[in-house]
């Protein structure tokens, strides 16, 4: 949503209209309970503010969600369009670390306001207000009856449930139309990974709004958010762990791109069409991140080679190349204590190995190579092909794929190759990083080089040359007869 397309602003506009049509009800009601809509909606807001708040720690990173307990909470206890006037406030107080931020924080609210909207009217439709005690919020008058235990869950859960869909759905929408994701990818996911912390919210709303109808009133009321509140906060930390383990992962990336300049900018790309041959292959989304990352860090081994054998131009001795088939193994050793990687580790010690089991750093074959490794290899081949180099111009994508499919059976697994060529002829290839733009590139006859990938160069006389630069190594890594 950096750059909004115009079919993303539209959406986004129909959402507020949306929104504003929802809220609207509540001003032309006479009934509404504005007290209870106001503490409601400046507790919510308060939950928000207190999140990003500096002198509890830094900002809570966007992702992990609001705090939705006091919305639910106002779904039970308020009408429909009242409850969606609480979201609004809170909704546009969110935490947000990307641009546009206003765009977003409108995006929040209007979205907040419509699924509170409709989780009200699923709550109406079951009888909820009823089993909950009915009656308004505040205000003096006869007691309450009291909840109807156990039929009070069941409008409520399907409340809960229609919260969840509504913010699932329509953030789907935004990504396939701000993103232009295919629809089956843009909400994969989403519902599935939301469902149960939405459900959890649901039950401390509910036992919000049944100790605000009882006898000791806002009080015990508040009490309950408490813990629910407390265990958010730690979730939030948990995060920004994670955002640090990220941050790490970046720095090592960028110290890669400084060691060895001739690839700037390949690990983005190589994560990058790792996670599309994931997604064709129909990867959870949390094994896709996983390839994503190994992809990213493939090459983070290149820190324990000496630079000037990263950069040289001459040919390099069989004992230089030897050192530069260690790669691998230093990026294993280097990452092995960030535990949060998983599978990440294997593809990166393992995604030089050849399905002929010609490969390093120990020869493993066909199914013997991880699956991770396997997906890494066709995109680091594929971006080294694609990519210009100071020796090799960039292939056009056709012939890249054209030449995966070549070596597949041999040097990668044909069931990867075939993933990657279906993935781009769907989406089409767009490097998220542009590399080496400001390198000299020799003249075309040096055109057809493949370095860094495992394929050999393809050239007049012998596919592999003998005794490879040192920016070649990789690439001429592969024996002569397999691509």
Not at 155 to 178: H, Q
Not at 285 to 308: C, F, N, Q, Y
């Amino acid at each position: 949503m950096r750059a909004l397309p115009p079919g993303a602003r539209g959406y986004i506009l129909c959402a507020v209209l949306a929104a504003v049509a929802c809220v609207t009800p509540a001003f032309t009601d006479s009934g509404t309970p504005w007290a209870a809509v106001a503490l409601l909606a400046v507790l919510y807001l308060g939950c928000e503010l207190v999140r990003t708040c500096p002198l509890l720690g830094s900002r809570v990173p966007e992702g992990i969600g609001s705090f939705f307990p006091v919305v639910l909470a106002a779904v039970f206890l308020l009408p429909p369009a009242a409850a969606a006037l609480v979201a609004v406030p809170g909704g546009f107080a969110g935490t947000v670390v990307q641009r546009p931020v206003q765009v977003r924080r409108v995006w929040h609210g209007a979205q907040q306001a419509i699924a509170a909207w409709v989780a009200g009217q699923a709550y109406g439709l079951l009888r909820g207000p009823a089993a909950l005690g009915g009656g308004p919020a505040t205000g003096s008058g006869p007691p309450l009856p009291p909840a109807d235990f156990p039929y009070v869950l069941l409008p409520a859960a399907v409340a809960a449930l229609a919260f969840c869909l509504v913010l699932t759905a329509l953030d789907g929408g935004v990504l396939a139309v701000a993103e232009r994701r295919p629809a089956a990818t843009a909400w994969r996911g989403l519902a599935t990974g939301s469902l149960a912390p939405h459900c959890v919210h649901g039950l401390a709303g509910l036992m919000m709004a049944v100790m605000w109808r009882s006898p000791y009133g806002l009080p015990a009321a508040l009490l309950v958010l408490l813990p629910m509140y407390i265990s958010c906060w730690v979730f939030a930390q948990y995060h920004r762990e994670r955002a640090a383990h990220r941050a790490t992962i970046r720095a090592l990336v960028q110290a890669v791109d400084i060691k060895d300049r001739y690839t700037r900018g390949h690990s983005e790309r190589v994560g990058q069409a790792s996670a599309m041959i994931a997604r064709q292959l129909g990867m959870t989304e949390e094994r896709l991140e996983t390839v994503r990352i190994a992809g990213i860090l493939h090459d983070v081994g290149k820190l324990g080679v000496p630079t000037r054998l990263l950069r040289k131009d001459g040919p390099l001795t069989p004992e230089e190349r030897r050192i530069i088939e260690l790669h691998p193994e230093y990026g294993h050793e280097m990452v092995r204590g960030i535990g949060s990687l998983g599978e990440a580790r294997s593809a990166i010690l393992h995604h030089h190995e050849r399905v002929d089991g010609s490969g390093y750093p120990y020869g493993l074959a066909g199914e013997e190579i991880p699956v991770l490794a396997r997906v890494v290899a066709v995109a680091d081949a594929f971006d080294a092909m694609t990519s210009t180099r100071s020796y090799s111009r960039a292939r056009p994508v056709p012939v890249a794929l054209a030449e995966l499919e070549r070596c597949a059976g041999a040097q990668f697994d044909p069931s990867m190759v075939r993933a990657l060529i279906e993935a781009i002829g769907r989406t089409g290839w767009h490097p998220v990083v542009t590399s080496d733009e400001d390198l000299q590139v020799l003249p075309a006859a040096a055109s057809a080089g493949v370095a860094g990938a495992g394929l050999p160069e393809r050239r007049p006389g012998p596919v592999a040359p003998a005794q490879p630069t040192g920016r070649e190594a990789e690439g001429a890594a592969a024996p002569r007869g397999a691509g």
